[in-house]
């Protein structure tokens, strides 16, 4: 699988952005699609994500002001980032859990190469 991630950029706090990541070669294999990020100098934080069924998990720190969709033709799930805060300022990786979706047999993660939000005024 292969990740195209799109969408960084500066913004004002408060204001929004619309983060874009489209998957390529084995899409079949897509068990959940979505976004990590990560500060400098600390853990990796789930932002959001959505199964092959449809189910949206959010991270704590982005519910409520994030929303995941997806266009399943497009191969491509959006990220609408609202109410930005300076804390949400770090380099946004679109991943890809890969498994056996018969059998849930786990293959590897994929990473898409990472897009900077920076939140300032």
């Known amino acids: 699988v292969q990740l195209q991630a799109s969408g960084g950029g500066l913004v004002l706090p408060g204001g929004s952005l619309r983060l874009s990541c489209a998957a390529s070669?084995?899409?079949?294999?897509?068990?959940?699609m979505g976004w990590y990020r990560r500060v400098s100098g600390k853990e990796r934080e789930m932002v959001a994500s959505?199964?092959?069924?449809?189910?949206?998990n959010y991270g704590k720190s982005t519910k409520g002001r994030f929303a995941l969709s997806r266009d399943n033709a497009k191969k491509t799930v959006y990220l609408q980032m609202n109410n930005l805060e300076p804390e949400d300022t770090a380099v946004y990786y679109c991943?890809?859990?890969?498994?056996?979706?018969?059998?849930?047999?786990?293959?590897?993660?994929?990473w898409g190469q990472g897009t900077l939000v920076t939140v300032s005024s």
């Open positions: 991943f890809v859990e890969s498994r056996d979706l018969n059998t849930g047999y786990y293959y590897r993660d994929y």
């Open positions: 070669g084995s899409t079949f294999t897509i068990a959940a």
């Open positions: 959505i199964t092959h069924d449809g189910i949206i």
